[in-house]
């Protein structure tokens, strides 16, 4: 299996200020068909997962634009520009190319 | 769009569930669904999918429900469900149905399983 290790696994930072993730695969993420299946999702405090970003760095609709996704092949990177309230949550990178489907351990966003 | 878990409960290990997953504000057909869990204050499972009809509708599945979980769909409804059988006590989880499957754009609230004797 594909294994995701995200990096921090807490990340207190102050509102206004940036916050970056980190999600590593064990494997190319690279698929037969020349996509990298590498999602980015947000969990609230008691919601469902919502989806961020897909395919590194596209930006799902109503998601916004302080969101960025970036990297290739193994190595992927979650950026937010101005850390706001409502960030608060776990983040988790899937991957979408190997079966089956994983997912990092998750990212605890915290506000200092 | 709107996806809806029901089903779940309290189950004995042995036991059967079947959850559906009921969507709306798409075309059902077009996609494949996606099943994901969460144990209590864990990080997130994928637990398998079934492609469209265009795609054959066929499914696959995480290792750890091959052979006891089967997703099914009913194009003519717009749901989708996840037969679970000779449930154990490591499958007690909020099980979330997702449109999509290499990446799962929007999800339903999920629907608690817990699996107890």
């Known amino acids: 299996d594909i294994v995701m290790t995200q990096t921090p696994l807490s990340s207190p930072v102050t509102l206004g200020q940036p916050a970056s993730i980190s999600c590593s695969s064990s494997?190319?993420?690279?698929?037969?068909?020349?996509?990298?299946?590498l999602s980015w999702l947000q969990q609230r405090p008691g919601q469902p997962p919502r989806l961020l970003i897909y395919?590194?760095?596209n930006r799902f609709s109503g998601v916004p634009d302080r969101f960025t996704g970036s990297g290739a092949g193994t190595d992927f990177t979650l950026k937010i520009s101005r850390v706001e309230a409502e960030d608060v949550g776990v983040y988790y990178c899937?991957?979408?190319?190997?079966?089956?489907?994983?997912f990092g351990q998750g990212t605890k966003l915290e506000i200092k | 769009v709107q996806l809806v878990e029901s089903g779940g409960g309290l189950a004995q290990p042995g036991r059967s569930l079947r959850l559906s997953c009921t969507t709306s504000?798409?075309?059902?057909?077009?996609?494949?669904m996606s099943w994901f869990r969460q144990a209590p204050g864990k990080g997130l499972e994928w637990v398998g999918f079934?492609?469209?009809?265009?795609?054959?509708?066929?499914?696959e599945y995480a290792a750890s429900v091959k052979g006891r979980f089967s997703i099914s769909r009913d194009d003519s409804k717009s749901i989708a469900y996840l037969q679970m059988n000779s449930l154990k006590t490591e499958d007690t989880a909020v099980y979330y149905c997702?449109?999509?499957?290499?990446?799962?754009?929007?999800w339903g609230q999920g629907t608690l399983v817990t699996v107890s004797s």
């Open positions: 997702s449109r999509g499957a290499k990446w799962p754009d929007y």
């Open positions: 504000g798409f075309t059902f057909g077009e996609y494949s």
């Open positions: 079934i492609r469209d009809k265009g795609y054959g509708g066929t499914t």
């Open positions: 494997q190319s993420l690279v698929d037969s068909d020349g996509n990298t299946y």
């Open positions: 395919k590194i760095s």
């Open positions: 899937m991957q979408g190319t190997h079966f089956p489907y994983t």
